[in-house]
């Protein structure tokens, strides 16, 4: 059974950067993405960006390109979300989850394994 544990979030002023890291363990991961998403109040879940474990392909939202990295490190078993440039609309609680390869990497619903995600606020 995938485990994934998230950490990380916290509260940030306008233009301010966090760092989240996703910790995964229970599981090989090498054919697997690895994704963040993020889920604002009223709001649906949506895709922030996606890496693969084995050869470190990334995916990004295009409302996060140029703002936002995602990387792993396989040995500690982690991925990790460093997010610059923060913008009020970021503010949610961020998750990370794991598809298997030949998913659709953008669609929560092909994740099967979830964190209990990290509360991200950013102040204007």
């Known amino acids: 059974q995938a485990q994934l544990v998230e950490s990380g979030g916290g509260l940030v002023q306008a233009g301010g950067s966090l760092r989240l890291s996703c910790a995964a363990s229970?599981?090989?991961?090498?054919?697997?993405?690895i994704g963040w998403f993020r889920q604002a109040p009223g709001k649906e879940r949506e895709f922030v960006a996606a890496?693969?474990?084995?050869?470190?392909?990334?995916y990004y939202a295009d409302s996060v390109k140029g703002r936002f990295a995602i990387s792993r490190d396989n040995a500690k078993r982690t991925v990790a979300l460093q997010m610059n440039s923060l913008k009020p609309e970021d503010t949610a609680i961020y998750y990370c989850?794991?598809?298997?390869?030949?998913?659709?990497?953008?669609?929560?619903?092909?994740?099967?394994?979830w964190g209990q995600g990290t509360q991200v606020t950013v102040s204007s």
């Open positions: 989850g794991a598809a298997p390869l030949g998913s659709n990497l953008f669609r929560e619903y092909d994740y099967n394994s």
């Open positions: 229970g599981r090989t991961f090498s054919s697997y993405y």
């Open positions: 890496i693969t474990w084995r050869v470190g392909s990334t």
